[in-house]
């Protein structure tokens, strides 16, 4: 069982910053792959980036450049840091973890990112 919790959201300006965090907790062995998806209103849920435990990373092509994705394993926690904020980047956003040992998904409950001036 893992147990994801995301903090960091809130309410930012055009071109402002946020900083997202998720920490795992429960049983954390072999969790391999951690990223953070995001979902606006009327949307599909999209993948914003993607990180491995071996710190490999992978970006959707919309915020290469402003966001940047990392992992603390010692800590059990991935970040977020996203950097001049649009207001198309306005969605709910989830952090996800896959356990490899266990061959399962699990999902954070979402923190709002609003973006508007």
């Known amino acids: 069982q893992v147990q994801l919790v995301e903090t960091g959201g809130g309410l930012v300006q055009p071109g402002g910053s946020l900083r997202l965090s998720c920490a795992a907790s429960g049983i954390i062995f072999s969790i391999n792959i951690m990223g953070w998806y995001r979902q606006a209103p009327g949307k599909q849920r999209e993948l914003v980036a993607a990180i491995t435990k071996s710190e490999s990373t992978n970006y959707a092509d919309s915020v290469k450049g402003r966001f940047t994705i990392s992992r603390d394993n010692a800590k059990n926690t991935v970040y977020l840091q996203m950097n001049s904020l649009k207001p198309e980047d306005t969605a709910v956003y989830y952090c996800?973890?896959?356990?490899?040992?266990?061959?399962?998904?699990?999902w954070g409950q979402g923190t709002q990112v609003t973006v508007s001036s």
């Open positions: 996800h973890a896959y356990q490899t040992a266990y061959h399962r998904d699990y």
